[in-house]
């Protein structure tokens, strides 16, 4: 078997819509998980006898999950009816307890700084409208992954944003011409007009 560390692993999207995701713990790295996760539609329950300051006013202001923040210890019921847990505590025991319940249960859980405890990990995610990249480095150097995104976002142009959804449309016209020839003629002319004008600069920037 090979070293976790040089497994291929598959990257994936999740589609959390009413969807149970239970985030326990209240300091910085739950912080960084709830930052993702309060721009999905699931229902999000926050477990943790205290929170930062910026996690408690994050979770008072507006955001697409819909958010329930429960002001104490973990205790295994939390779990019931959960598609995700993301784990978050610096006691070890706790962290383990999570883990195994959540083995028994078929639950899908990340453990913040703890790869002998994830079934995935998170990613570095570059948002531009319906359009997100994102860098990972399999749970490795967090950092790393930071440093890239970082670098990234400058190669994709931010004025693309309110295009997207336009492009996307020429697309869907596009798919319904009768003509194969034609229909792959007129995507490539899409996507070449899009990399000449938006990423030409970039390209010779970087030779």
């Not at 999950?65 to 025991?93: C, N, Y």
């Not at 899409?190 to 004008?197: H, K, L, S, T």
Request: aromatic fraction near 6%; charged fraction near 25%; proline fraction near 4%.
């Amino acid at each position: 078997m090979k070293p976790r560390q040089n497994r291929m692993l598959l990257p994936l999207s999740f589609d959390l819509t009413d969807r149970k995701i239970v985030l326990i713990g209240g300091g910085k790295a739950a912080l960084e998980k709830f930052a993702q996760l309060r721009q999905t539609p699931c229902f999000l329950t926050i477990i943790s006898p205290a929170l930062l300051p910026e996690l408690e006013a994050g979770i008072s202001a507006p955001q697409t999950a819909r958010i329930v923040s429960e002001r104490r210890k973990f205790i295994p019921t939390d779990l019931e009816g959960a598609f995700m847990v993301f784990s978050a505590v610096d006691d070890v025991q706790v962290a383990e307890e999570i883990f195994q319940l959540c083995r028994a249960q078929n639950i899908l859980i990340n453990s913040a700084d703890d790869k002998a405890r994830c079934d995935f990990y998170t990613t570095a995610a570059i948002n531009r409208g319906p359009i997100q990249v994102s860098v990972s480095t399999h749970g490795r150097f967090a950092g790393i992954s930071a440093v890239l995104r970082r670098h990234l976002e400058k190669l994709l142009p931010g004025e693309l944003d309110a295009e997207w959804e336009k492009i996307f449309a020429l697309r869907e016209k596009a798919l319904a011409l009768q003509s194969v020839i034609e229909k792959k003629s007129v995507i490539t002319d899409i996507v070449r007009a899009i990399e000449e004008r938006y990423f030409a600069v970039n390209d010779r920037e970087i030779e």
